[in-house]
């Protein structure tokens, strides 16, 4: 009987296994491997992150197509799948494709927007990052709701593989989203810029690529050890804080309905005073 080298593979595993014991396989990078010795992500699978290069990230976000949600996932994954993380050839396997569905809010329903439906698909299935998750995604959030975007420097624009000329005639100018909607993203980005919705692509690209820019830079912060659930960006804004001491998980004032959210309020709820 012959055996192939995952076979192979598979069996020095399990002999190791029986050998040493159960704990020495506690590591993810076989957490879903069959008998064949093919990786499938499973649910609770946890892939180990390594540091990443922000800007060749954002330059492979910029030039994937798909649409924004796509082009952050796939651009992080890929990166990972490149990189000397021990779960490499397990990022490898990953079907990004199935982050195709986000653009636009959604298949086009203005909801979410992907670059931050990307960012919470992307956090779940990493291994804890000394305790940081939590606060990449919330800073990853709140960086998209409150930031001038897309970014436009020159050393931006030139490092993703863009001009000033697209800068000038398509983009015209960044804008605050003030929520993490795409309706909102979309429809301010119009209202600065003069632009219809059917010429939003260069700056969709862009803010793809932002993203992607900004969420490596977080997560190989708290690779580093930072607790970013300390700064401020991670945090809800003081109006949003503000909502949550009536309307709160656990308790609430009187009568006011209790609500989970960290995103900005006052976007769509103008308060109950005016």
């Known amino acids: 009987m012959t055996i192939n080298r995952r076979q192979a593979l598979t069996k020095i595993i399990g002999i190791s296994t029986a050998a040493a014991g159960a704990t020495l396989m506690g590591t993810s990078a076989f957490a879903a491997t069959d008998a064949d010795g093919n990786y499938k992500l ?8 390594v540091p990443l290069d922000a800007m060749a990230t954002a330059k492979l976000a ?4 798909g649409g924004c949600m796509h082009q952050v996932f796939h651009s992080i994954i890929a990166m990972l799948a490149a990189s000397d993380s021990v779960d490499a050839a397990n990022f490898a396997t990953i ?4 982050a195709g569905y986000g653009w636009a809010g959604i298949v086009g329903q203005g909801t979410v927007c992907g670059n931050v439906n990307a960012t919470g698909m992307l956090v779940n299935i990493l291994d804890d990052i000394n305790g940081q998750n939590s606060a990449v995604i919330g800073a990853a959030f709140r960086y998209y709701e409150n930031t001038e975007l897309p970014l436009s420097s020159d050393a931006f624009v030139a ?6 000329e697209k800068t000038t005639d398509e983009v015209v100018t960044s804008s605050v989203a003030n929520s993490i909607l795409c309706h909102s993203s979309i429809s301010n980005w119009s209202k600065a ?3 219809m919705f059917s010429e939003k692509g260069e700056r969709c690209k862009r803010l793809s690529a932002s993203i992607a820019f900004h969420l490596v ?7 580093g050890g930072e607790d970013l659930s300390l700064l401020p960006e991670a945090k809800p804004s003081a109006e949003a804080q503000a909502c949550q001491s ?3 998980v656990s308790e609430t004032m009187g009568s006011a309905a209790s609500v989970k959210a960290d995103m900005e309020c006052t976007t769509c709820h103008t308060g109950h005073f005016n």
């Open 159 to 164: 490092g993703i593989g863009s001009t000033a």
């Open 62 to 65: 910029y030039e994937t197509g």
């Open 95 to 98: 079907p990004t494709a199935l």
């Open 193 to 195: 810029s003069g632009k």
């Open 217 to 223: 830079e977080l997560l190989n912060r708290a690779h």
């Open 42 to 49: 499973e649910l609770g699978d946890k892939l180990k992150y």
């Open 246 to 248: 009536c309307h709160g």
